[in-house]
């Protein structure tokens, strides 16, 4: 089993909970990004630059993955590959992506594209607070944990 970032979005404090629990589980984790990412020395934990443009990372993360792998995403639509390819994804805010959810979220999503498209301004994500950074972790260990176990 291995991590897999969706790494040009994710925020700097979860990279850091990320790379932390890579070391303790031993887990080989790769952010994959079109920038260049900062990663702590480690024999776990790596960086992959790929070209820039539309989903060029997504696709590569996809190419990558294999069936029990980790995919850490808010993209919404790259969850939906990696559930479909046997992953498992997990959202910076801690929410378990599932194969009963992700046609909803598909849903809201596709849905609040057309409203910003037609003008309407839908406002961004909330900021990042410390219950979402305590929930994505304790995903991420309840998650290495059933690893461990299997």
């Known amino acids: 089993m291995k991590i897999w970032v969706d790494a040009d979005a994710c925020p ?4 850091e909970i990320i790379f932390r629990a890579a070391e303790r589980a031993a887990v080989t984790t790769t952010l994959i990004a079109n920038t260049l990412q900062n990663t702590p020395p480690s024999p776990y934990i790596r960086a992959l630059q790929v070209q820039h443009g539309f989903d060029v990372a997504d696709n590569e993360i ?8 980790l995919v850490i995403t808010a993209d919404i639509p790259l969850a939906s590959e990696v559930l479909a390819k046997g992953g498992h994804a997990l959202n910076p805010r801690g929410q378990v992506y599932t194969g009963d959810t992700i046609e909803a979220l598909l849903t809201m999503r596709n849905f609040m594209d057309q409203m ?4 309407v301004n839908t406002g961004g994500p909330a900021p990042l607070s410390h219950s979402d950074r ?3 972790a304790n995903q991420l260990d309840k998650f290495l944990a059933r690893h461990r176990q299997s």
């Open 12 to 15: 700097g404090v979860i990279k």
């Open 62 to 69: 996809v190419q990558r993955l294999q069936p029990g792998d």
């Open 116 to 119: 910003r498209s037609s003008g």
């Open 134 to 136: 305590k929930a994505f």
